[in-house]
């Protein structure tokens, strides 16, 4: 297993056959792998001194207009007779590609992720795994983060705010973000049933360490 390079990130990916995906994302950095964009700001803004990306293969032709399936057989994650099997297996059931293939055990979630990603032309971020600062969650209640399928959970070395969200791709919506929300916007993709999830837990903690802050038992840092 490989760790996040940001210390502040417990974030671990498997080795071996999904190296080449995740190098294609553009965290990897000297042997050094982010989970994310936001993990690699953090890195930054924590002193550490950013290397030169590391050589790596050229990368594949656009891809925002590929299926998901078609993007994992193009970098060898599955073969294409383990995509037909799973599109047959489509056929009988109302789950998505991805899902029957985390499902089945061929390939982990994060996988998904990073090939949605290429497939949104973004970075990505796994929702389900972030700490998210409660400055960020303070520029949107948990109504409108609801409502408008964005999570603000960290900020940039530049000021920005960082948003999970499934529209990352869409410039307009990202220019509706930032106009709701204030801040210039750095957005990065993340799957909407993980963000429904996502920003229950986000706000729900957010609460409890508010209210623990005010009663004494926790002390803010």
């Known amino acids: 297993m490989v760790k996040c390079a940001n210390p502040e990130c417990n974030?671990?990916?498997p080795t071996g056959f999904l190296d080449s995906l995740w190098a294609s994302t553009g965290f990897v950095n000297e042997g050094?792998?982010?989970?994310?964009n936001a993990c690699?700001?953090?890195?930054?803004?924590?002193?550490?001194?950013?290397?030169?990306?590391?050589?790596?293969?050229?990368?594949l032709d656009d891809m925002t207009n590929m299926r998901l399936g078609d993007i994992l057989v193009a970098y060898g994650i599955i073969g294409s007779d383990e995509l037909s099997s799973c599109l047959k297996g489509q056929e009988r059931s109302d789950k998505r590609v991805g899902q029957l293939l985390v499902e089945s055990g061929l390939i982990p979630r994060e996988a998904v992720l990073a090939a949605?990603?290429?497939?949104?032309?973004?970075?990505?971020?796994?929702?389900?795994?972030?700490?998210?600062?409660s400055s960020a969650l303070a520029l949107l209640s948990e109504e409108d983060a609801q409502r408008e399928r964005a999570l603000p959970f960290d900020w940039t070395s530049q000021g920005q705010v960082l948003v999970a969200t499934p529209d990352a791709g869409d410039p307009s919506r990202v220019a509706e973000l930032e106009k709701k929300i204030g801040h210039p916007v750095k957005a990065v993709f993340a799957?909407?049933?993980?963000?429904?999830?996502?920003?229950?837990?986000?706000?729900?903690?957010?609460r409890l360490f508010d209210e623990g802050a005010e009663s004494g038992r926790v002390s803010p840092t």
């Not at 949104?120 to 971020?125: A, E, F, Q």
């Not at 799957?191 to 957010?206: F, H, M, N, W």
């Open 11 to 13: 974030h671990h990916r």
């Open 32 to 36: 050094r792998w982010f989970c994310s």
């Open 40 to 59: 690699y700001e953090r890195f930054v803004e924590l002193g550490r001194e950013a290397e030169p990306e590391a050589e790596e293969e050229a990368p």
């Open 116 to 133: 949605l990603s290429k497939q949104k032309g973004t970075p990505w971020v796994d929702v389900l795994m972030l700490s998210c600062k």
């Open 191 to 206: 799957p909407e049933e993980d963000l429904v999830i996502a920003v229950r837990q986000a706000y729900s903690t957010d």
